[in-house]
């Protein structure tokens, strides 16, 4: 169990000491009105890619303005501006594809859902983003973050029924996305780390 413990919260490449300090910040200080899930793919290589997500929530305020409400791999809340540079819609599923930029300035592309959940019928999520944020941090502060049990889906949906929304398709540890993740040999620093745990604690999986 200890190697299992270890290995989970090294994986992502990100060997931190734990952080739960808050970070980010977001110009609205109005109430929540309508709440998106938002993911993103992570990639680590030009040619190969992870069957792995990130996941987080983007916050409507009667204002208008969206932020976006994401947990991290080194156990901290985010809290910033959503500034989408480009919004198209799915071809087929009910989503918007958003190419926007997080808190540090790196772009991805995410997907959002296309309706989302009003407030309306859920009175404790009628409160600020900073609010919401500070209850995500304590719905995960019981441990640090860990790839399978401890992660940034396990946040979002935590939050989402602390406010009393069902939560369709919640998440699932799936080991044998992990497994087959396709990683080159020669990743640098933080992501070569990520390699060996990756590779180690699949072979610890197959016995």
């Not at 270890?6 to 952080?19: A, K």
């Not at 502060?141 to 949906?157: F, G, K």
Request: with cysteine; proline share 4%; aromatic share 10%.
């Amino acid at each position: 169990m200890k190697l299992i413990t270890f290995l989970m919260v090294g994986l992502l490449g990100m060997l931190v000491v734990p952080n739960l300090t808050d970070a980010g910040s977001c110009s609205s200080t109005q109430t929540i009105r309508r709440v998106y899930v938002i993911r993103r793919n992570l990639s680590f290589s030009i040619f190969k890619w992870c069957a792995l997500a990130h996941s987080g929530l983007i916050l409507e305020m009667t204002d208008g303005k969206q932020c976006v409400l994401e947990y991290m791999g080194n156990s901290r809340t985010y809290l910033y501006d959503a500034n989408p540079t480009s919004t198209t819609s799915c071809w087929i599923k009910r989503c918007k594809k958003l190419v926007m930029a997080d808190e540090d300035g790196k772009e991805y592309t995410w997907t959002r859902q296309k309706y989302g959940t009003s407030t309306a019928r859920y009175p404790s999520a009628r409160i600020t983003p900073q609010k919401a944020k500070q209850r995500m941090k304590e719905l995960m502060q019981s441990s640090t973050y860990n790839l399978l049990s401890h992660n940034c889906h396990i946040a979002q949906e935590k939050l989402r029924r602390d406010w009393g929304m069902t939560v369709p398709r919640a998440y699932t540890p799936n080991v044998q996305s992990i497994c087959s993740c396709s990683l080159p040999p020669w990743l640098p620093g933080q992501l070569g780390k990520f390699l060996r745990l990756v590779k180690a604690y699949c072979r610890f999986r197959r016995g």
